[in-house]
């Protein structure tokens, strides 16, 4: 899951970047600029077409997790790590669905699977140079999976609980992962997994999540001054929690993977947590790029949806949700959860999120495969809710009156919404309470198994197009965890443990022939209201009027692509 | 000693009636001296009276909200207040949504007298734990001195060095997620009384350094000595001689760390760190509404406005207090 990390304390933020930049490191070259105005002249050609040259400035609401990808697992750096630090494979440099399409990168060809779906096959391009000259090996994949477990990779259940041997040597059993052997002469790489993961491949080619590194990296984080990678852009100038430079990497057009083009201007990100300020610095064209994982916020946002030639919304696969905690009074009864998914209020839920919301009842998005086409179980979700029924069900679980603490971060629309939430609560008959946390501390608050939070908010964002994604951590049953534990609803319903079991080793690339099997189990869930989704993300996609808005590619995945702006 | 006061505190407020140019009326006591200058002081009164009016306005919420806005602080109306782009009403004049509505469709005006009494309660609670501890270990550190006053003057000093809104955030953010657990009760993590301790204990060094430094004078007092003699014990001393002594010093305290308290209660509240949501205060009302810049502006001036309001009274009012009691004191809180 990509996480939308917000800082702490803005101000701890400025102090940190104030120390840090005082005795950082300089002497960059880049010819970035703080405004988007001072970009230089631009030059037509380029290895992929269209103008070359200037500087994009970009806006995002929050500084990335870490600019080490070996560590980061947050969507702010995934847009960064997919061009920085490419790994075996890739996703379509492409908008809509053609963005999901996994191609080559690293790798000379997809993998080749055998062994029931347990053994993966491929060959590493020669000839590749990392940004600083040094050669891309074979075994600096297996390098590069070991750093990421060495250093807690926040998504590295995708490989401890797929590779053979990674699980012993993230807990220091093991000096080696044993499941993966590199060649270094010929360049083939050989996985071997506990069971068949037919999502393996998706893993592979999610931005950032197994990026290729050189063996010499050192075995610790290194956030302000990040590992060498293979891609079209470089990191420099990193002030943490400010912002950032992403360079165009002259050694790449030279040896560019087909499919990934080399970028054409180069990059400056400044953090800017105000939304409102974030979305009037586009607006008025003293930033070029809006932050695909923020909503523009409602006083600005009848002005935005005006720009046609700047402004667009794009359905992602991202759901937003409410998890009702089966093992906490009152949501150990199945009749107290029924009657929270008949009383959430998701027409209200969307006008909250300034439009940005669409509602919908299912966990899995409407462009996921297995988004159910039935109609949802507990009413339509564009319609009021039936509270009285609602009411009716709570107190015939004899649950009315239990109090119920409601989990939410403190930013908006998020806030409104748990508020509409604990006020739908109260209406049903429960005595709701808000517990707001940090946005920055929110989720590994309640990823903290022994906080047992009993309700509040939680959203997912596909890290690649499988409902594997979806359900792996946030249904499954192994996914509970003493930390880190994203199944927030710690439900482990045995139908659902014995359908994951089957449909997990079904491949990436044939995950539409389970589709029907997806479908069922997801309406399940949606019956059984472990959890209470109530929407899906619209995603802004909002530029300046200086960029070439219909050259800019929107990925499904990692949104914005950098290396597609261009000046007009 | 009884509250009457001594031989040489008769004499400090005749010099103090004579420094403004009164006579001395015959037969009156400090206090009666006090508020006879209070009344003259028209401008104080003006202030006093709006902070007054205020505080009724904040009081009367329940009734607004009941039987004029027919509507609740936390009541949502996102269908009739709100556009198709969340943007909430601005003031429609009439009973319901007098001043608009906020960003989740509820009313403003009954949020912001709710909002007021959450304020008014943290402000006055947060004041009385400051007034009550300061005077306590302020008392204690002047009155024993040595390893006891080094002791609670470091702890003055330790809380005096950090940055009140921080030490606030700091406190208020661990707290908001554990609560607190004062031994005989447990305060959830939204509970009024958390900010309320929070500010209480940031302000106390700010009162408790001046009432130490005036005890220190006090205790070498003849009455002090006169009492001794007399074999009065520590406790006697201290609470009958010396505390009636500092009391006009910490009444011209009361309004000064009132309009402080409530104004680092809207503060921590608008960072997230005070009044926890959906309960109202000015704070949160404002922070609300920033968001909502430029096509709201209602959301964040009208709580602006009324919390303007308050703290202009109390603290008016207050200086025409320090004047009626003294009008030779200087007494200010810097942070």
Known sequence: MRKYKRPLWAVVAVAMAFAVAACGSSGSSSTSSSSAGASSSTTSGGS???????????????????????????TQGGEVHWLTHLGVLSFAHASGNAGTQIIPAIATALPTTSNGGKTYTFTVRSGLKYSDGTPVKASDFKFSVERALKLGW???????????????????????????????????VTVHLVTPYGAFE??????GCVPFMPASTPMKPEPNNPPVGFGPYVIKNIQPNVGFDLDINPNYASQAIP???????NITVKVESNTTTEASDVINNSADVFDWGDTIPPAEIQQVSKLTDRFRAVQSNKTFYWFLNVNEKPFNNTLAREAVATAVDRPALARLGSGALVPGCYLLPPAMVGHPTQTCPYGDPNSPPNVAKAKQLVQQSGMAGQPVTVWAENRQPRLQWAENYAATLNAIGFKATLKTIADAEYFSTIETLKNHPQTGFADWQQDFPNPTDFYQNL????????????????????????????????????????????????????????????G????????????????????????????????K | MSTTATGTELSAESSAWA?????????????QLAWRRLKRNKVALVFGALFLLVVILCLLAPVYSHDIAHTGPNDEHVDTALNQFGLPIGPTWHAKFFLGADNTGRDVAVRLLYGGRNSLQIGAEATLI?????????ILAGYFRGPLDGLISRVFELIWAYPVILLGIALGVVLAISGLDLGFTRLSGNSLQIPAIIIGVIYIPYVGKPVRGQVLGLREREFIDAARQQGLGHMRIMFSEILPNVASTIIVFIPLIMANAILTEAGLSFLGAGVRPPNPSWGTMIGEGIGLLPAAVHTMLVPGIMLVLCVLGINVFGDGVRDALDPRAKIRIEH
């Not at chain 1, 500087?55 to 990808?69: H, M, N, R």
Request: glycine share 10%; with cysteine; hydrophobic share 35%.
């Open chain 2, 130 to 138: 400051t007034i009550v501890l300061a005077t306590l270990l302020g």
């Open chain 2, 19 to 31: 420094d403004a140019g009164e006579e001395l009326p015959p037969g009156l006591g400090p206090y």
């Open chain 1, 154 to 188: 926040s998504a590295a259940s995708f490989l401890t609980s797929t590779v053979q041997g990674a699980a012993d040597y993230a807990k220091g059993k093991a000096q080696t992962v044993s499941g993966i052997i590199a060649d270094d002469a010929s360049g083939k």
């Open chain 1, 259 to 265: 499919g990934i083009p080399a970028g054409k201007m």
């Open chain 1, 475 to 534: 249904v499954d049953g192994n996914a509970i965890l003493p930390v880190g534990n994203s199944n927030y609803e710690e439900a482990n319903d045995p139908h659902i443990q014995s359908e994951l079991k089957a449909l997990y080793p079904v491949p990436a690339t044939q995950v539409d022939s389970v589709a029907s099997r997806w479908q069922a189990l997801d309406y399940y869930t949606a019956q059984k209201a472990y959890v209470v989704p109530y």
């Open chain 1, 536 to 567: 899906y993300l619209s995603s802004p996609e909002f530029l300046s009027s200086r960029i070439d808005f219909s050259k800019v590619v929107f990925s499904p995945l990692e949104g914005n692509d950098f290396s597609s702006l261009q000046l």
């Open chain 1, 48 to 74: 992929s077409g269209g103008k070359t040259g200037g500087t994009a400035s970009v806006v995002e609401g929050t500084f990335p997790q870490s600019l080490d990808p070996s560590i980061d697992f947050t």
């Open chain 1, 202 to 207: 998706d893993v592979l080619a999610c931005g």
